[in-house]
């Protein structure tokens, strides 16, 4: 016989013998990236019942209002559960800080509770973009800013100095449109379309490259290292943004705003 659902009240609650015990709640990590590497959720939980219904809810911090709820559907009690979070299961979620919150019902509608000493939530930040250096770098003198002359004509992008060698890594997940060598200018070069922006991402005098055209890219992947080749006198990134295409139809624009942002963002 099926009983009917306690109904939630004010005040303390009262203990279900039985009832979902969340034992184990982790997440893998902290910074996820729009189009980046998911991160992992496990949980356990312990109850009579063999399945409960999980769902995982996100709100920003000092808020209780939820900003997305995840349903994981019945998932087995007794066993560490593991699912992928990659802030893009129910739309894209905006940039900021979260509080991840685990929750679960039973078929005769308990609650999930916690066993002693095990937190239900979790904090997560989730960024849209990531700084395109993982390494120590420098942006450099006025001669390194988007527009300072250079023979002829202007400095199209933000050179950012760093160690030969410094991993490079998209600031944004897209697809690899070019991988060229320039000898008298961009030396080896990769030009990334960014995914669901209209922007193009340009990287210069990188050490010889470790994308091909036409890879797809997460956010954080690396695609090359800091080198000095082409026409260049260090190791440095040569870094453009074009809002449209890369000399098919956009223009470059002023790199330093967006990568002050990413820098500090998270
Ligand atoms: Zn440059």
Redesign the pocket.
């Known amino acids: 016989m099926r009983r009917k659902p306690a109904r939630r009240r004010k005040g303390p609650r009262k203990t279900h013998r039985g009832g979902p015990v969340l034992i184990a709640f982790d997440l893998s990590r902290r910074k996820l990236f729009d189009l980046g590497h998911p991160a992992r959720v496990r949980f356990r939980i312990h109850s009579a019942a063999g399945q409960v219904r999980v769902r995982l809810v996100l709100r920003r911090p000092g808020s209780r209002a939820p900003v997305t709820t995840i349903a994981l559907g019945s998932r087995a009690t007794g066993r560490t559960q593991s699912v992928a979070l990659t802030g893009r299961e129910a739309g894209s979620l905006p940039q900021g800080r979260y509080v991840l919150r685990i929750a679960a019902r039973d078929g005769r509608g308990r609650t999930l509770r916690r066993a002693k000493g095990i937190e239900s939530t979790r904090e997560l930040s989730y960024v849209h973009h990531r700084f395109p250096l993982v390494g120590a770098f420098s942006y450099g003198g006025s001669g ?1 800013r988007f527009g300072s002359p250079r023979s002829g004509r202007r ?1 199209q ?1 933000q ?1 950012l100095v760093a160690a030969s060698g410094t991993p490079i890594v998209a600031p944004r997940g897209g697809t690899i449109k070019t991988v060229a060598y320039q000898a008298g200018g961009g030396g080896h070069y990769v030009v990334l379309r960014g995914s669901g922006e209209n922007r193009d991402y340009v990287f ?1 005098h990188m050490l010889s490259g470790s994308v091909r055209v036409g890879q797809r890219v997460r956010t954080g992947q690396r695609i090359g290292q800091v080198g000095s080749t082409g026409s260049s006198t260090g190791p ?1 990134l ?1 870094f453009e943004v074009w809002v449209g295409g890369w000399f098919s139809g956009g223009k470059p624009v002023d790199p330093l705003p967006l990568l002050q942002a990413w820098d500090v963002s998270g």
Request: proline residues 0%.
């Open positions: 390194a400095h992008g050179d210069m440095h040569h």
